[in-house]
Each structure stands twice: as structure tokens, then as C-alpha cells.
């Protein structure tokens, strides 16, 4: 992405906007030093020469930068006041016994210099903001979630969830809409793809208060399992339904190591609303996924950059012990080994609808069973074309697919 002032490639985010270095040190100047007002030389100056003061601080306004943000010049210590020398003054002989001041005494101490009158906090605008219109859609996401998943299937959850994940990208847009709008709709998609895994693993242990008081009605473990194989079962065709008893040997260990090892300990970290939006940004702006662009990925590194250093901005400013940054960081990890177990448990629910036990598979039943594994990624090349990274990128996410087929296989075997 470009400076949005001079169109310099190297920017970063500077006082509320997007732009280079040497923009953002002229927007600082123009408030600290003031000139006098000079009318505006554009028209004469030559093609490629800068354009005039004025000309340059309306294009910096209109990138985002704000002057508010720009901190207070700092003022400098006032001068050493000269001790002054009474030493050759001459004496009144009646008065001779009062002291006269040594020039070798110490300095009288100097004024102390006025703090400045407004001090400017750390920026944590972006995830304060994130936080508040959070809040804002809360109403809606509670009509959206309000059924239990024996009152839903896999297919209705997703499409929730996918909902979900367009609710948090209008937040986005409406809070930095100089990086959006200029964002691919592959992109876009993509990142959206990528985040609904993490989201769901994430959106467990932020609305943990919520789902206890929902499914408080289920009182014993009895009435949790019905749930789970209803869940499941609605899931899938009707002629390829698991058994209750599979169905809690395939998944039980599943959901036991959300709850134990993925869910359980993000909600102990007691994290508050704007932390949780820090990572909710940091999920959706990972751009170490190969299935987005280069220019793209660059944009996630410095919205991530960004981010980063508000947070670390927020939690001094709330006096928090300096491991708070690094555990919530951590958090990300935790998350990660969700979005696997994620995978692991979509490709167990793909094999055990198109793959039994008791059913034997002819040759010409193996082709069958592998395009219905391996068309989902090759979708891709049938509906936009391929050119040689697009085919890279097909053939890496085939391979990606492998070792859980392996697994899923030997998961469903072993009933």
C-alpha cells in the first residue's frame, strides 16, 4: 500500500492515517512550527516538484491523520539566572556585623517547568473502538446463537458462524475503511475463509457466560450426550448416520480437548472486551496464509504491527504486570491448536458420510470417494482459472489434506 500523501510504497500507520515516514514528520512540523500563511504556488511550480504547505497538510487531513493525536512540544528549561555579585558594594560601618551572601553558596534552585497542559494517553483507539461497536451488535448475535445444537446441524452453525464473521468485517470496514476499500474480493474472501475456524474456537470463550446460562437446562451428563448425538446426527444423510455410540467414541475426545485444553484456559486468562477485540484483530489479519496476495499480506503485517503496539499501549496504561502482554499473545497459539482439532473433526464428520467400515469399496467406488475429499480445493480452479501460483497453491492444500485423511481413516477403523 502506498502513502496516501506522496504515493512513497513505505507507509505505516502515522496519527490516525496511512502514510510514509517523511509525511507523517511534516504533519508533525506543520503544527509544532507555525508559518505564516502563504498563498498556494501549485500552478507555477514544475510537474514533479512537492506540492505547496497547504496543499500537502489538506492532502494529510484528507488521508485520516489527525492533529489531535500529534503530541505537545515539549518545552525547553529556562535559562540560569546569574547570581548576583554584592561582594564590592561598600559597607556601612554601623552594620557591620550583617552577613554578607558568599558567591561560593549554592544557586538558588530554578522554577520548575509547567507539565504540559493536555497530556496525549498512548493510541488504543482501534481496539477501544473495535470494542465499543462490539458491544453494539450484541443483541443481534444473541437472536443469532439463540438455539441449542440439538435444535441445529453442522450446515445451520456455519452458516451462522459465517454471518458472525461478516458482522466483525463491518466493523473493520467501518473502523479502517482506507485499508478496505482498496482490498481485493478474493482477498477478502479468503481472509474470511481463514478466520471462521479461529473465530469459532475464540467466540467459545468470549461468550462462555452466555452459553452456560443457555444450556443450563441440561442438567445431567445424559441429557449433554443426547445433545451431542442429535448434533451429529442431523449432521449427516440419513442412510449414512453413525450410531449413538460411535458418535460419542469419535467426537467425545474431540470436544473434551476443546473444553480442557483449548476453551477452558482462554477463558481463565479473564481477558476484558478490548483485549479480546485485539485478538479478534490479530486472528483476522494473519497473513501468513498462502491463498492471499502478497499485497495483502503485507497489509496484515502492518494492521498486526499496529494492534500490537496498542496493546501493549492499553495494558500499561491500565497498570497491568508486564506478563500480561505476553499471555495474551499466547492466546494465539492456544487458538491455533483449536482451528487443527477443528479440521480434524470436519474431516472425520467428511469420512464417516462417504466412508463405513461394513462398506466395501469396489474400483469404481475409489475415484468416487477421493473426489469428494479432493473437489473442494480444486473447486477453485474450475470457477477463476489457474495460473502458476493458483496451481501451487491447489497442489500445497491437496497435500494439506493427506495426513488428516490418514488420521480421519484410522479414527473410523478403529470402531
Known amino acids: 500500500m502506498s502513502c496516501h500523501v506522496c504515493g512513497s510504497p513505505d507507509t505505516e500507520p502515522h496519527f490516525g492515517g496511512i502514510s510514509c515516514k517523511a509525511c507523517a514528520a511534516f504533519f508533525r512540523r506543520y503544527f509544532h512550527s507555525k508559518k505564516l500563511d502563504a498563498p498556494c504556488?501549485?500552478?507555477?511550480?514544475?510537474?514533479?516538484?512537492?506540492?505547496?504547505?497547504?496543499?500537502?497538510?489538506?492532502?494529510?487531513?484528507?488521508?485520516?491523520?489527525?492533529?489531535?493525536?500529534?503530541?505537545?512540544?515539549?518545552?525547553?528549561?529556562?535559562?540560569?539566572?546569574?547570581v548576583s555579585q554584592q561582594s564590592d558594594l561598600p559597607l556601612d560601618p554601623g552594620k557591620s556585623t550583617q552577613l554578607v551572601p558568599s558567591t561560593s553558596?549554592?544557586?538558588?534552585?530554578?522554577?520548575?517547568?509547567?507539565?504540559?497542559?493536555?497530556?496525549?494517553?498512548?493510541?488504543?483507539?482501534?481496539?477501544?473502538?473495535?470494542?465499543?461497536?462490539?458491544?453494539?451488535?450484541?443483541?443481534?448475535?444473541?437472536?443469532?446463537?439463540?438455539?441449542?445444537?440439538?435444535?441445529?446441524?453442522?450446515?445451520?452453525?456455519?452458516?451462522?458462524?459465517?454471518?458472525?464473521?461478516?458482522?466483525?468485517?463491518?466493523?473493520?470496514e467501518g473502523l479502517l475503511p482506507s485499508v478496505t476499500y482498496n482490498l481485493r474480493y478474493l482477498d477478502k474472501e479468503a481472509m474470511l475463509r481463514n478466520f471462521l475456524p479461529k473465530w469459532s474456537?475464540?467466540?467459545?470463550?468470549?461468550?462462555?457466560?452466555?452459553?452456560?446460562?443457555?444450556?443450563?437446562?441440561?442438567?445431567?451428563?445424559?441429557?449433554?450426550?443426547?445433545?451431542?448425538?442429535?448434533?451429529?446426527?442431523?449432521?449427516?444423510?440419513?442412510?449414512?448416520?453413525?450410531?449413538?455410540?460411535?458418535?460419542?467414541?469419535?467426537?467425545?475426545?474431540?470436544?473434551?480437548?476443546?473444553g480442557e485444553h483449548v476453551i477452558l484456559?482462554?477463558?481463565?486468562?479473564?481477558?476484558?472486551?478490548?483485549?479480546?477485540?485485539?485478538?479478534?484483530?490479530?486472528?483476522?489479519?494473519?497473513?501468513?496464509?498462502?491463498?492471499?496476495?502478497?499485497?495483502c499480506s503485507?497489509?496484515?503485517?502492518?494492521?498486526?504491527?499496529?494492534?500490537?503496539?496498542?496493546?501493549?499501549?492499553?495494558?500499561?496504561?491500565?497498570?497491568?504486570?508486564?506478563?500480561?502482554?505476553?499471555?495474551?499473545?499466547?492466546?494465539?497459539?492456544i487458538v491455533e491448536k483449536g482451528e487443527r482439532k477443528f479440521h480434524e473433526e470436519l474431516l472425520v464428520l467428511l469420512l464417516s458420510t462417504e466412508f463405513r467400515p461394513e462398506m466395501a469399496l469396489t474400483c469404481t467406488d475409489i475415484p468416487k470417494f477421493l473426489c469428494a475429499i479432493l473437489l473442494p480445493p480444486l473447486g477453485v480452479f474450475f470457477e477463476t482459472g489457474c495460473d502458476y501460483h493458483l496451481a501451487i497453491c491447489i497442489l500445497l492444500t491437496i497435500l494439506g489434506y493427506i495426513p488428516g485423511i490418514i488420521y480421519a481413516c484410522y479414527v473410523i477403523v478403529d470402531q
Open 41 to 82: 504556488t501549485c500552478q507555477i511550480r514544475f510537474r514533479n516538484s512537492h506540492p505547496c504547505r497547504e496543499c500537502r497538510i489538506l492532502k494529510c487531513l484528507e488521508a485520516g491523520m489527525d492533529p489531535e493525536k500529534v503530541q505537545v512540544k515539549r518545552e525547553k528549561h529556562p535559562p540560569r539566572k546569574k
Open 105 to 172: 553558596s549554592s544557586p538558588p534552585s530554578l522554577p520548575i517547568s509547567p507539565l504540559p497542559l493536555q497530556i496525549i494517553s498512548r493510541n488504543c483507539s482501534t481496539i477501544s473502538q473495535t470494542a465499543f461497536n462490539w458491544e453494539s451488535i450484541q443483541p443481534k448475535r444473541f437472536l443469532l446463537f439463540d438455539k441449542t445444537l440439538d435444535q441445529t446441524n453442522y450446515y445451520e452453525l456455519s452458516c451462522l458462524m459465517r454471518e458472525d464473521c461478516r458482522m466483525i468485517w463491518k466493523i473493520v
Open 201 to 258: 474456537v475464540l467466540t467459545a470463550a468470549i461468550d462462555m457466560e452466555m452459553n452456560i446460562r443457555r444450556y443450563s437446562k441440561f442438567e445431567g451428563l445424559e441429557d449433554i450426550q443426547r445433545m451431542l448425538v442429535e448434533f451429529y446426527q442431523y449432521s449427516m444423510p440419513y442412510e449414512y448416520r453413525m450410531t449413538p455410540e460411535a458418535i460419542l467414541k469419535t467426537f467425545g475426545p474431540l470436544l473434551a480437548y476443546y
Open 265 to 295: 484456559p482462554i477463558h481463565a486468562k479473564n481477558f476484558d472486551k478490548a483485549e479480546y477485540m485485539a485478538l479478534t484483530l490479530l486472528i483476522l489479519f494473519d497473513g501468513a496464509y498462502t491463498n492471499i496476495s502478497v499485497e
Open 298 to 333: 503485507e497489509m496484515c503485517r502492518n494492521i498486526r504491527n499496529l494492534v500490537f503496539r496498542e496493546l501493549k499501549g492499553y495494558q500499561m496504561d491500565k497498570n497491568y504486570e508486564e506478563t500480561q502482554f505476553i499471555d495474551t499473545v499466547d492466546t494465539l497459539s
